[in-house]
T-cell receptor
Framework: AQSVAQPEDQVNVAEGNPLTVKCTYSVSGNPYLFWYVQYPNRGLQFLLKYITGDNLVKGSYGFEAEFNKSQTSFHLKKPSALVSDSALYFCAVRPNTNAGKSTFGDGTTLTVKP | GAGVSQTPSNKVTEKGKYVELRCDPISGHTALYWYRQSLGQGPEFLIYFQGTGAADDSGLPNDRFFAVRPEGSVSTLKIQRTERGDSAVYLC??????????????FGPGTRLTVL
């Protein structure tokens, strides 16, 4: 069975400060890892993914994430937060042996205050 | 170009009724996914199509739920004898080619189903 944990329901940061949204996973085999963002009244949007290669991946809107195999983590980061980054963030995993079945975390609400 | 569309956006029905939810994926996307999202939770996998066939339906909760994609494009999720516990937002997503699993998914806005 595969699972994703996002241990923080809510993350609050001040604008201009760095942000981290945590994600740990459990999966058989090698993981494919994804981050999605959901703005109010809008569908989920893809941010970035790790498939293979460099452990640090860069994505949309200045976000990046680091794959750590030993810690089974894929934390989302941004060096300098913007108020417009405030949204609901989901981490997802699928095993490289099953192309279809993604498992999502329960989401982390990020609030960036001016 | 056009994204994934889902109809209706809202559906209110009574317990025991039958409902159909429709998903129009992005043109050319061979993989199509259905998820269910309850309040405060992440999307829960229901079923995955590669072309016309259901490649993985392990997430369907019981035999009241069924989905089809007869021509490899539009998909319909069908729920029989609806129960109040079926109330949720039903999300559809598509991706260019699901076989390798490396592609991200493009999500529709969802259908909010309320069973009274």
């Amino acid at each position: 069975a595969q699972s994703v944990a996002q241990p923080e329901d809510q993350v609050n940061v001040a604008e201009g400060n760095p942000l981290t949204v945590k994600c740990t996973y459990s999966v058989s085999g090698n993981p494919y890892l994804f981050w999605y963002v959901q703005y109010p009244n809008r569908g989920l949007q893809f941010l970035l993914k790790y498939i293979t290669g460099d452990n640090l991946v860069k994505g949309s809107y200045g976000f990046e994430a680091e794959f750590n195999k030993s810690q089974t983590s894929f934390h989302l980061k941004k060096p300098s937060a913007l108020v417009s980054d405030s949204a609901l963030y989901f981490c997802a995993v699928r095993p490289n042996t099953n192309a279809g079945k993604s498992t999502f975390g329960d989401g982390t609400t990020l609030t960036v205050k001016p | 170009g056009a994204g994934v569309s889902q109809t209706p956006s809202n559906k209110v029905t009574e317990k025991g009724k039958y409902v159909e939810l429709r998903c129009d994926p992005i043109s050319g996307h061979t993989a199509l996914y259905w998820y269910r999202q309850s309040l405060g939770q992440g999307p829960e996998f229901l079923i995955y199509f590669q072309g016309t066939g259901a490649a993985d339906d392990s997430g369907l909760p019981n035999d009241r739920f069924f989905a089809v994609r007869p021509e490899g494009s539009v998909s319909t999720l069908k729920i029989q004898r609806t129960e109040r516990g079926d109330s949720a937002v039903y999300l559809c997503a598509s991706s260019p080619d699901g076989l390798a699993g490396v592609n991200e998914q493009f999500f529709g806005p969802g259908t909010r189903l309320t069973v009274l």
